[in-house]
């Protein structure tokens, strides 16, 4: 079927689009989408497809809240916007008018004022066209034209690379967000859009805006409390990054869906009945996974589609928060819980402010089940979030105060941060919704994202009592100041004036507001200062990697020194006393590089193997890598002796298939005290951090880094590690430790080496 836009010229669309406005005429954009309190079985939401925005339409959606007055500005918005846009295309296209509409009607859904919606219009106003700020503050007011400076790019700066221009271009948006937060809704709404209409585009860039939008819009679309564009964003960013995946999972979900209708009925008319009993008034609904989360839970679990069994979930909605309560005892009276899975965010509500309490039972046919149990307020909060503060008119509540709050933390944490690159670090740090809930001696409870430790606990208190913490007591036991909280902890925190940030604190600080305050402290000190430091963390850490400073050669030290681009050992000091240089990092190519000397001074002892029964000396091939444990071959050739492969090996299945007479199945024999090198690959989100995760997460398993590479490709972030190990067991230790680094994507094992 034809698009309606191709059907006619756009000479005709502009034309329409500007006389539906001027004559006031009103035609939906759509149908509007059933809700989730329209349906009382879990609603199968379908992928929504982009229409062409029009005016009439905007002015139709506006009408139903705004006052005339207001119209006309919007109109006025509009002709401007019209104006500015004329002669330009979209990739599909459509007149490059439309998008701005369909942003602005977004907008208007949300029941935004005035302003936004002008902002919305007007979004590219200052980005694509010759028009300036303070032209449009001049005719529209500099609230308007605030908001609009906040969503524009910075196209028209010269940056080193795309990288940092991503990361000015977000610090700004953060920056005016911080001012009005009418800038990051503005941007989530032209977000939206972008992804409704992002299949003209090439494949490649499909997946980078993807991507993108997971990173940072999806986190800070949950951080606001818009759970239905937090929904949305995710299924969109997997329909464009895996297309076919997410086109097979949908309609997986639909069949599952009318075969687990009975069940389903059962348990909805069952909870019905419960209320009655109990005599509580509330509504029972329906509640579906989103494609992504179906897709997330079974790539991290590792599930197939049928071992997922919680696709479906139960709300009830009930008048008071003491009802929530009664409801959950009758709903444990009826089915069985899980233990573990009961979550109270009425007592501890989320960062967001979001409120409720959740269980997981067993249904009919030992199905596991999910109910969210709320109030009406609750609900409202839950699904609208920031939008709560304009759908009642501007009124305060606990999730504005919350945001209020948050956004000033980000003025914060850009005070502190050096430069654009580490504020998005630190940024991006504190976006992602995985929390911990915490409490203080007089019971305030503390929000850290998880993984958090008493450091972080302690900056969140006041920055001076992170940057002097001496102690802390968890639960009334006392422990170290980098052991990890958990839910529900009470912590204390002892400070005194003699204890300072330590840059290996910078390993496991998991907020932004610690990671930006240590490297404050860091780079305040003066170069004698983090010389002594950067020597003492050194000293203190290379027993631990059984290296001993004082016997290294200088070359060694020298080869060091040159590849962290400074001319002494003093300056190198100096690097990991400022938290510029990870001593991990440092002492982990200090000991690959002495190691590496040891061996090219001593005749290296081959391995040894058993071949018919017969304990036979052998080399290691270089096209496997194969490690005591793999299931091996060996081949021999005249001259050169025996090479053990990978069985799996694709060079030894050519081989045997060309000369198997030279090929033969052999055991490892006992080679204690023989180290094994593999290649692994791994993809990151970002590579900075990465770095130091890694090198961390392959010393905690014993081993060690002896080689690593760094592909110039940004935008697909790996790393090629060359790991030293004992056994296969090691290795799979090694990389399972790596799968667990948040920053990491995928892990696997290399089968050719590129060192």
């Known amino acids: 079927m034809v698009p309606r836009y191709l059907q006619t010229g756009t000479t005709d669309i502009l034309a329409s689009i500007r006389q539906s406005v001027l004559k006031g005429e009103s035609k939906p954009v759509q149908p509007p989408a059933p809700k989730d309190d329209q349906t009382e079985l879990p609603l199968i939401t379908a992928p929504k497809k982009a229409v062409i925005a029009t005016a009439a339409s905007l002015i139709d959606i506006c009408s139903k809240y705004m006052s005339s007055a207001d119209i006309e500005r919007i109109k006025e918005a509009y002709r401007y916007a019209d104006d500015a846009h004329l002669g330009q295309f979209r990739k599909s296209g459509e007149p490059y008018i439309t998008h701005p509409i369909a942003v602005a009607s977004i907008l208007a859904e949300w029941h935004l004022d005035c302003a936004a919606i002008q902002a919305g219009l007007m979004h590219d106003v200052l980005e694509d066209t010759g028009h300036s700020k303070n032209e449009m503050a001049k005719k529209f007011g500099i609230v308007t034209a605030e908001i609009v400076d906040g969503v524009s790019k910075l196209d028209k700066l010269k940056f080193s690379s795309n990288e940092i221009a991503q990361a000015e271009s977000f610090k700004k948006m953060l920056l005016a967000m911080s001012k009005d937060v009418r800038v990051i809704l503005v941007k989530l709404a ?85 209320l009655e009993r109990a ?43 003491e009802d929530c309560y009664r409801t959950l005892g009758a709903l444990h009276m009826m089915y069985k819980p899980v233990q573990s899975r009961f979550k109270d965010f009425i007592a501890i509500p989320k960062s967001n402010g979001y409120q409720g309490l959740h269980t997981t039972v067993i249904g009919p046919q030992g199905t596991p089940v999910e109910f969210q149990i709320r109030t009406e307020k609750m609900n409202d909060i839950a699904e609208q979030g920031i939008l709560t503060h304009w759908l009642n008119r501007g009124s305060e509540s606990d999730i504005q105060t919350l945001t209020h709050a948050w956004l000033q933390s980000l003025l914060d944490l850009q005070q502190k941060s050096s430069d654009t690159s580490e504020f998005y670090e630190n940024i991006k740090a504190d976006l992602f919704p995985d929390r911990i809930y915490v409490f203080t ?23 001076d009592v992170g940057n002097h913490i001496r102690e802390c007591r968890i639960n009334g036991q006392v422990c170290d100041i980098n052991t990890k909280l958990s839910n529900g902890d009470m912590v204390e925190i002892a400070t005194s004036s003699l204890s300072h940030p330590d840059p290996r604190w910078l390993g496991f600080v998991k907020s932004g507001k610690a990671r930006a305050e240590v490297r404050q402290y860091l780079r305040s000190l003066d170069f004698d200062s983090a010389v002594k430091i950067g020597r003492k963390v050194l000293e203190e850490e290379a027993p631990k990697v059984h290296l001993a400073l004082d016997e290294l050669p200088d070359d060694i030290w020298y080869a060091v020194i040159k590849e962290q681009g400074v001319d002494s050992r003093a300056s190198l ?28 001074g001593q005749e290296k002892g081959d391995i040894e193997v058993l071949v018919n029964g017969k304990r036979q000396e052998a080399q290691i091939a270089r096209c496997c890598h194969p490690v005591w444990g793999d299931e091996i071959c060996v081949f021999e050739r005249a001259g050169h002796g025996i090479t053990v492969h990978r069985a799996s090996c694709v060079h030894a299945q050519q081989g045997r298939n060309n000369n198997a007479e030279r090929w033969e199945d052999a055991r490892w024999a006992d080679n204690s005290g023989h180290h094994f090198t593999v290649p692994i690959d791994i993809k990151v989100n970002d590579i900075r951090p990465a770095i130091l995760q890694a090198t961390q997460a392959v010393a905690q398993e014993g081993s060690s880094i002896v080689g690593m590479n760094i592909p110039d490709d940004l935008n697909d972030p790996q790393l090629q590690l060359l790991v030293q190990v004992d056994n296969r067991i090691q290795l799979m230790r090694v990389m399972r430790s790596l799968k667990q680094v948040t920053n990491v994507k995928d892990v696997k094992r290399r089968f050719e080496s590129s060192f």
């Open 279 to 321: 005599n509580i008034k509330g509504r029972v609904l329906g509640r579906e996974k989103t494609c992504y989360g179906i897709y997330n839970q079974m790539r991290i679990k590792k599930l197939s589609f049928s071992e997922v069994f919680d696709l479906y979930g139960f709300r009830v909605i009930v008048t008071t928060r």
């Open 573 to 600: 000091f100096e690097l990991v006393g400022a938290g510029k240089a990870s001593h991990v990092v440092v002492l982990h190519r200090l000991l690959s590089l002495f190691e590496e000397k040891e061996e090219l």
């Open 441 to 463: 001696p007089k019971g305030k409870i503390i929000s850290l994202p998880q993984d958090s430790t008493a450091i972080d606990f302690a900056y969140q208190i006041h920055s």
């Open 190 to 274: 032209d977000r939206l859009h972008n992804l409704r209409t992002l299949g003209v585009m090439r494949p490649e860039k499909r997946r980078r805006i993807a991507k993108e939008t997971l990173d940072i819009y999806v986190p800070m679309a949950h951080h606001l409390g818009i759970n239905h564009a937090f929904r949305e964003l995710q299924d969109l960013c997997l329909q464009n990054y895996y297309p076919l995946r997410y086109e097979v999972l949908y309609k997986e979900l639909v069949a599952a869906r009318i075969n687990r209708r009975p069940a389903l009925e059962e348990i909805l008319n069952d909870t019905k009945r419960m």
